[in-house]
Structure formats: C-alpha cells, structure tokens
C-alpha cells in the first residue's frame, strides 16, 4: 500500500481549488479576449468562434471538475459511471488525445468514479503530444477491476505521480501542481484500492485492483505451483476414484 504524505484538510481544499481554478483560467481568459475583439469588431466570425469554443471548453472543464474533484453529493453517495464517461469525453474532446472508454455501466461510489477520472487526467498527462488515452473497465462486483491506459511518444508519466506511487520521500511538500497526483491515490486508498504501473514500449498501464489483490496471470500460477502438488492434481482429475 503506496505510503501518502500528509495534507490537511484546509489545505487539500484549497490546493484542489487552485488546481481547478489553473484548469480554467486559460479558456475564461479567451472568452474575454474574444469578447474585448467582439467590442472593436462586432460580428467577426472569428471572434465569435474563439468564444464560442472557449465557452465550451471552461463548461466541460467545470462539468468534469465537479464529478473529478467535487463532493458530487453526500458522503456515501453513488455516481452512474455513465455520467463520468460523458464528462470525460468532455474534458478529452479539447485535448490532443483521443478517449475510448469500454465496460460496464453502472452506479458505483462516488471514490471510484472520481478515481478512474483522476486516473484519466494522470494518463492524459503522460503523453503531452497526444494520440490515445483508454479506459477499460473489466469489473465492478465483488471486486473492483480496471486499466486506465496512456498511449503516444514521447510517454512521460508526471514524476509526482511516479514519486508518490513508489513512496519517495519528497523534497518539498504537496504544492497545487502536485496535488492532483496525490489526490488520485488518495481516492484510491480510501476506496481500498491499489494502482500500479507499468509502462511497456510507448504505453503507461495503470492498473486498478483491491490491495492485496494476486496480480499473477492464471498461467503463471501453475507454473508456480509445487511439481508434487500439480502432479497430485493430474492424477485427481485422471482418475476420480484417487
């Protein structure tokens, strides 16, 4: 279990709040500018589609802000991860990637969907230039089972996250730029949920399971089994009398 710094209360607020506030500052600073050239140039088509867009963007920025890093109800409320996909698509559809996102519909805590959407932003993070970010619910029940995929060149998963994950110990404290990473494995602790990583050629593989969860693939396992004891099991299954 990935060992957090600790961030009080107040000041996890108030870093989300400028983390929030860094997300939409650019496309609230062009609705005005297009609306200043609006004011010398009325009717230009072109100012009016650097509002039109930038409006857009701050909306889906905020609709994804508000499931993402808001309270989305009271403490033991549910989210419908349809609702999160749409906000996502959102958010991404004014990104350089693009987003797929497959699996099972359905309402699930609130920490677990606003951990597959942190998860997102950490995987949209990792390749600045673009090409594809891929979510992939495998399971909701009993367990929790999904991979948050980031896949481009060049692939540069954000250091605070990759500190954080391996429990370094950090040089300075949680700022407002590397409070998003944090709150992602805080949502997932407090969900009982571990991530991983593992980055493979031009692809990051972050992968959502229950702590303590076996990772080890089916074939592995009966590799890794005892010879006597696989041995013991062939003879079982052969003869059902043994």
């Known amino acids: 279990m990935t060992t957090l710094p600790e961030v009080s209360a107040p000041d996890l607020a108030a870093l989300l709040a400028s983390r929030l506030c860094h997300d939409i500052i650019s496309p609230v600073g062009a609705v005005q500018s297009g609306l200043e050239l609006l004011d010398e140039m009325p009717n230009d088509p072109e100012s009016m589609a650097l509002v039109r867009n930038s409006t857009k963007s701050a909306v889906a920025k905020l609709q994804f802000a508000r499931i993402a890093y808001g309270a989305s109800g ?34 699930v805590p609130k920490n677990i969907a606003k951990l597959l959407l942190n998860l997102v932003v950490v995987a949209n ?14 399971s909701l029940e009993p367990e929790v089972h999904a991979v948050v995929r980031a896949t481009g060149t060049p692939l540069r998963v954000p250091a605070k996250f990759r500190a954080l994950l391996s429990g370094e110990a950090l040089a300075e404290p949680i700022d407002a730029h590397g409070v998003q990473p944090y709150y992602t494995l805080l949502l997932a602790r407090e969900a009982g949920l571990s991530i991983t990583l593992e980055m493979k050629d031009d692809s990051a593989i972050f992968t959502i399971a229950p702590i303590g969860a076996e990772t080890v693939a089916p074939e592995a ?17 052969a003869d059902p009398k043994v």
């Open 74 to 107: 009271s403490s033991v409320a549910q989210i419908d991860l349809g609702d999160a996909k749409q906000v996502a698509e959102g958010f991404m559809g004014f990104e350089r990637a693009e987003l797929a996102w497959s699996g099972q519909r359905a309402y």
């Open 125 to 138: 993070a990792s390749v600045p230039r673009g090409r594809e970010v891929a979510v992939e619910i495998a």
């Open 221 to 237: 396992e009966v590799e890794a089994r005892p010879e006597a004891a696989l041995a013991a099991e062939t003879v079982a299954t």
